[in-house]
Nanobody, 125 residues
Framework: QVQLVESGGGLVQAGGSLRLSCAASGGTFSSYAVGWFRQAPGKEREFVASIAGSAISTYYADSVKGRFTISRDNAKNTVYLQMNNLKPEDTAVYYC??????????????????WGQGTQVTVSS
């Protein structure tokens, strides 16, 4: 099974950018779709973006469309989330996750089986 580790979080001013990384180990990485989720204090975990194992398709939440870009480098076993024009409401712990091999990265967190530990993103106004 795959293990996931996020990195790249931090403190940034509104309008700034960050790039999150999700490094995977174990399993055949290209077999796994990967999704990014986030959870702010007192709120439910919400979908941000997902990418197919082959990177042929991606999907975004409306709240980040046009600002965030998900990509992957299967040779490096890594998925990225480039976040531009950050807003204070983007402040949250960001998690990467993967469903079982061959399954699509849906927007429902309950359909993901493997999770990283999360990385904090804080956007100041």
């Amino acid at each position: 099974q795959v293990q996931l580790v996020e990195s790249g979080g931090g403190l940034v001013q509104a309008g700034g950018s960050l790039r999150l990384s999700c490094a995977a180990s174990g399993g055949t990485f290209s077999s796994y779709a990967v999704g990014w989720f986030r959870q702010a204090p007192g709120k439910e975990r919400e979908f941000v973006a997902s990418i197919a194992g082959s990177a042929i398709s991606t999907y975004y939440a409306d709240s980040v469309k046009g600002r965030f870009t998900i990509s992957r480098d299967n040779a490096k076993n890594t998925v990225y989330l480039q976040m531009n024009n950050l807003k204070p409401e983007d402040t949250a712990v960001y998690y990467c996750a993967a469903p079982r091999p061959g399954r699509w990265g849906s927007l429902y967190f309950t359909e993901y089986d493997y999770w990283g530990q999360g990385t904090q993103v804080t956007v100041s106004s």
